[in-house]
DNA sequence: TTGTACGCGTTATCAG
DNA sequence: CTGATAACGCGTACAA
């Protein structure tokens, strides 16, 4: 490969000369001409390793979440990507966490300075988690809740908003027992679901108790339907939602096969409104989370704190919406 | 950030001998405890661009597609990602390429090294892409169909065969006029599907022709429900193969919602076998192209290459599976 | 505006 | 087995 060197000769000027062509500062314009003619020539590229050892940044921003099996976290992939690809940054991806452990490994192989920030989804509470976000010396936007005593960016989708907007539809239309499966209680999103869930059938008046509350062991279509055919008498209940939109493909798939009507004995609500909710039949309602949106505001707050690293931390608080669908309206 | 430097210090040794240890070159018994000592003290992490710089090697592997969108491509990424995590090398992921222009500025930074290897699934063909391939100083695996004069290690999944299960499971089951929905023709898997179809029709002596042939204008549900629309009367086709599971699901919706009955008025078939097909009602026959064991391979064959540079090239052919579901038979 | 020379943090060579 | 030291390719004071 060529380096600088070789281009400084072939366009008989210093090293020096190359750089500052390459990185915009004053040069003559015949210098820039035989420069640009000898990289063109060449067919130069700067050498990244040697650049980043020497600006100190690595052009590469770090992805990390639980498992791209979750199409929610792809949709935020994608948000991510697309706003990174106008900039400067690569981006690396670090996904397939299944425990702890894996993810404070990898956050202590952060301080190798491979990335410049890290964008992180995680989907478990550790105070080891907590402490070593804390500690990382480059930015980090924390997507999803932020846990005790960790200050940084932040992106938050008030999913406990999300749930109440489906619940009050549910009311509306009618609904008078609803069911909520959830996933495994162990994650963030499954506690904070099950809060929220709690919290507005309790304002709202509504009857519910342990036997309406389940907890399927993985945020899966395969999960959904075992979990749902856990209760004991789906004629208890006129209206379910579901911890996400994967959970309700696997219920509805369950339904289906029992002849369960949706949305006419039973109403079905997801969350994520990712693109299977629409090819679902009866397609889905669902509480859209606007992963996407939030994927991209991510990346924005990374390139803003990268170019300005002394601003406030911010948290941009993203409002879910609820797409109203066949599942859950006659 | 403590350097290797601060680590000798501490420890009172070179940093060759700190160097060694790390690298596992033979140390003492005791230096190497000191030096161990002083690298949990200090949290120390090697560099990785001055170790990037030095050994020419950045244990990162590049992976490249079209677009992040199509579900196929997830299960790939996941497949290398999985391959990935238990090895040294990190993923860096560069998708969305809505251009040739795009593919080759991006074939272009390869040059900066600030991968080992290149993984790439053009969708487009292009005499540039396959001429900056071949002229690319490292390691490349393409997933898909080789072009003209690239002699690089290569997963392929004979698509074509998958095509002909897919026709002659129609035929078996009794069906007589059949109609392809096929993806942008510009595309690689667009070129290659719609060739494969014709020639197992013809070598079935199936009658066909340029009306029972339609082109969706992207691999998306939207566009398949587009495209099935287009139809002058869908009475004269008694089955539909569409060129992925995406079209097929939105033609499934367009039928569903004519009130055209599947299978029993029309069967459905796609191609992928996603996570969609078993969840879509009917749920809908598709060939699996084994998407994420290709991606598993190409990182594998990445692997291997990267272990032994000079091992002849290799060419792994993946044999695709009809899985038979309720859109096709009664 | 241009060129020289140094240093970024590592690894590897070569004497001891 | 260990330590000093020369690269790796680039950016940038500093001097011209």
New binding site residues.
Partial sequence: ????????KQA?????????V??G????A???KRVRAAIDDLG????S???A????QSEQICLSFDDLSNPAYVLMTRGVGQTLSSSKYRLILSSAFSSVEEIVKHLETMGRGFADGLIISPIYSDPRIAELISQLKMPVVLVGTMPEGVNVDNVYVDSAAGLDMAIKHLVETGRKNIAFINGPVATNPGRRRKAAFEKSMKQLNLAFSNSSNLQAEAFTPEAGYRAISEFRDLKNFDAIICANDQLAAGAMKFCVEKRVAIPRDIALVGIDNIDLASLLRPTLTSVDLRAEERGQIAARLMLKRLANPDSPVKKITVQPQLIIRESSVA
């Avoid at 490969?1 to 400084?8: Q, S, Y």
């Avoid at 008989?12 to 500052?20: F, K």
């Avoid at 130069?44 to 050498?47: A, G, I, K, S, T």
């Fill in positions: 490969m060529a380096t600088i060197g070789a281009v400084a008989g000027v210093s090293i020096a000369s190359v750089s500052r390459i990185n500062t004053a040069a003559r015949d210098t820039e130069y590229q700067p050498n390793a040697a650049r050892l020497k600006v100190r």
